[in-house]
């Protein structure tokens, strides 16, 4: 069955991360009665969408990568271009001595991130085991924890070996770009206009990083500073063709370790 904005309202996930409130700024009352948005750790929305509970997503790119019958809809994606403040590995050995990591359960991208990191720079691949939202790192049971969103924007306690940022280790690694999650229609969805109104939200979401940072910083535990230099500086909104050759960069590489099966090249343009 399809939907379009002309008459079923398409049902729209949302990450519910700090990271994207410059994306869905004033997209509910854009959409008005023509889609409902609701919000959702990234992995749930890649589950929802795959279940068809979603029509449309914003899901982790490596899930994009997964499955060919995906489609981009927008520009509009979360990225980094450097460090990215809420995406860390903590690790109470030196990297390299891994062998038991546990990867937050909100994470898909960034679970396939470290992997490949961790075997590109350390030729290792740790066992796997779950981090649930509801845990803190103290109760893990791993030699290292994969952490993401709000969560790890929290300055870690001294306990840690290492601690790496992952945007900064893969733009450092790969003089790319990375994409970590994007706009993706479910197959048969007819999303009518609907990219135009997620552009249009980010780019006043873009014009309005101040005001978006002091609303949310408090409740957060975040300065007013903090936050902005997080959206303005940390965070890159826009699928260019850097990001898109970062895609196929971070496509071979999660291949090659078997994270995504093999499928024709993907051109990435929404
Ligand atoms: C920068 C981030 O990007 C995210 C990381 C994701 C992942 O690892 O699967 C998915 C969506 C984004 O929210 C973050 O969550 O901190």
Redesign the pocket.
Known sequence: MTSSLANAPLRIGA?S?L??KPLVWGLRERLGDRGRLSFNL??RL?DDLHTGKLDVA??????YLRDPSHRIISDAV?G?RGP????RLLSRVPAAEIKRLAL?E????????LQILLWEIHGIRPEIVPFAIEQTPEAIDADAMLM???R??HPAPRCYQEIWDL?DRWCRWTQLPFV??MWVAREGVDVGDLAVALEASRDQGMESLEEIASREAAAHGLTNEDLYRYFAE??HYTLGPEERTALDEFRRRAVSLGLVPETNALNHTP
């Open positions: 990450v991360y990271n994207t990234p992995s890649a914003l899901i982790p790119s490596v899930e979360i980094c990215v403040w809420s995406v937050d909100g994470s898909r991208t960034s679970a396939a991130l993401i969103g709000d790890a924007m945007g970590f999650a940390n965070l």
